[in-house]
């Protein structure tokens, strides 16, 4: 390089001039992938769209089409359109073809890893920021099969940009690529730490580093460090949403559904208000079985989201509600909209959970026999694929009990001013389990037994470990004539009672013992002989329980 000492004055100015320029363009630009990286979509769009209007260089199309890939869901189309730009701005620009080929890996074509490889071939491994967006790309898209070249190119990404500074991105993106090989060796887990402490001094928002050295403790198991370093990130800024969303995760591994519940409602305050990510609270909100709030943040941008996966989204909350015909449309419209990759095997559950739904109802023999077919067919694909996201031989039982119980099933039952005022209470304040408690016993002395049920459910999602909530949703499903459903509760609690609380409740036990053992003596006698007797033994002055051992034991 020459010495700039030499420079005429007017050559030294115009190059001041561009060093600002670039200055003022690498603050803009790591405004926009900071607001990524805190779950503030629709703001880096924002940053990136006004670095377009100001300048419409292939970089600036780049920064935006790559937008809408690192987005929850991508949108592979407004992506696809800016790199697309970016390239008839400069058809040489290796950012835009990374961009593309991306898009490509996205939606399933492995052969773009040839491609990116050749992008990066033909560039000569000499642009730090073309080697990290070629492996952000394969991080994000390529799977465990190509996480060795991912590390490769970001290795080489920060060797190439030590002069000048090594971005914090790279490191933490360096971190993330050896997690994605999927793998329990603690010297793979060791080079993703050291890669994300290496982020630390350099990163202009730490929680972004102790979140992501949070979540690494998660998957190693190691739930204390995760918990303080996740504490670390929201002692660092208080309103980085992913902090939260990492809490939640770490509450809901503990059933700690309550405070699950509060996280998500922290990471929707300070995440943004864009529709996609709007619609990833809805599903999380789903994961904490919180149905209402993700019906809410659903319903609020349902129509302002293109991505299929809202179908799908709706077809379980519809599902959940007993609205099987509605929730076959949603799910048949996800099924034709979505890439074939998208369709899970809990999918494939779902499809035969409602096809049970609908044979329930159906009065022609030849359908509702093709109806049971399907529904045996599909859920054992999600069984054998041991796919746990729905419990699929509980939810069976309760279709057969005449479906979930959902509102309107609730308000059809017995009320009066004590239930319509708890009920205000509640939905003043969904977390206050005291008003739940009191608004559930309501409706048991009302013999509301579906507002009963609906009222203990949503008490044993708050505090799942809660035993008492079983026993009595147990008792409200036998009051309602679901047998079924009242042994699988009753047997939920038998299994909750601590063993320090055993003494406690042992004449509860006894009659949870009892419950299940009178509701299958005529299907499972050898059961119903061993939880009489152990009905008994809790409390041998219980006379029913007496009375049953008496019969069985002839």
Do not use: C
Request: glycine fraction near 6%.
């Amino acid at each position: 390089m020459k010495d700039i000492m030499n420079l005429t004055k007017k050559i030294a100015f115009g190059v001041s001039v561009g060093f600002f320029t670039n200055f003022a363009f690498g603050q803009t630009l790591q405004e926009g992938i900071n607001s990524a990286d805190s779950h503030k979509y629709a703001q880096a769009r924002q940053v990136f769209t006004d670095m377009v209007a100001k300048s419409a260089t292939a970089e600036n199309y780049f920064y935006l089409g790559n937008s809408y890939l690192t987005q929850f869901e991508p949108n592979f189309d407004k992506a696809q359109e800016n790199f697309n730009k970016g390239i008839a701005a400069d058809k040489k620009s290796y950012l835009n073809k990374i961009g593309l080929a991306s898009v490509k890996l996205g939606k399933g074509d492995k052969s773009a890893i040839g491609e990116i490889q050749s992008i990066v071939k033909d560039s000569r491994e000499k642009d730090a920021e073309v080697l990290y967006r070629a492996a952000e790309a394969i991080t994000m898209f390529g799977g465990a099969a190509n996480a060795d070249l991912a590390i490769d190119y970001l290795n080489k990404a920060v060797e190439r940009s030590a002069k000048n500074g090594t971005p914090a991105h790279y490191y933490y993106t360096l971190g993330d690529a050896y997690r994605l090989k999927l793998t329990n060796s603690p010297q793979v887990a060791g080079s993703a730490m050291t890669a994300y402490e290496k982020a630390l001094p350099t990163a202009r928002n730490k929680a972004s580093v102790f979140t992501r050295i949070g979540t690494l403790w998660m998957q190693a198991q190691q739930w204390q460090s995760a918990k303080e370093n996740i504490d670390k990130a929201i002692a660092a800024d208080a309103t980085y949403a992913p902090a939260y969303k990492a809490k939640a995760a770490y509450d809901i591994r503990y059933q700690k559904n309550a405070l699950a519940t509060q996280d998500l409602i922290n990471y929707a305050k300070y995440a943004d208000e864009d529709p996609d990510t709007q619609l990833e609270i809805s599903k999380l909100f789903f994961t904490n079985e919180d149905y209402g709030n993700s019906k809410i943040y659903l319903d609020k941008v349902f129509d302002k989201v293109e991505d299929p996966i809202k179908y799908k989204l709706r077809a379980y909350l519809l599902y959940a509600d007993g609205d099987y015909a509605a929730a076959k449309t949603s799910m048949d419209m996800f099924l034709s909209k979505a890439e074939k990759s998208r369709v899970l095997t809990a999918d494939q559950g779902l499809q035969g959970l409602i096809a049970a739904g609908l044979a329930e109802k159906e009065t022609d023999a030849v359908k509702k026999a093709a109806l049971k077919l399907e529904s045996q067919q599909k859920i054992a694909i999600a069984k054998a694929a041991k796919d746990e996201t729905m419990k699929w031989d509980e939810e069976l039982i309760k279709i057969k009990g005449g479906g979930a119980v959902n509102q309107a099933s609730v308000d059809a039952g017995t009320t009066n001013p004590q239930i319509e005022a708890l009920k205000k209470q509640v939905a003043a304040k969904p977390q206050d389990t005291d008003a739940l408690f009191k608004l559930a016993n309501a409706y048991q002395e009302a013999k509301n037994w579906n507002g009963a049920i609906h009222s203990w459910q949503k008490m044993s999602g708050l505090l799942p470990d809660w035993a008492p909530a079983y026993y009595s949703q147990g008792y409200s499903y036998q009051q309602a004539g679901q047998n079924e459903l009242a042994k699988v509760a009753y047997e939920k609690y038998i299994t909750k009672v601590k063993p320090a609380d055993m003494e406690a409740n042992k004449e509860t036990l006894s009659y949870a013992y009892f419950a299940v053992a009178y509701l299958v003596k005529d299907t499972d006698e050898a059961k119903a002989k061993d939880y009489v007797s152990k009905s008994v033994q809790l409390n041998p002055n219980y006379t029913d329980a007496v009375k049953l051992n008496n019969e069985l034991n002839k």
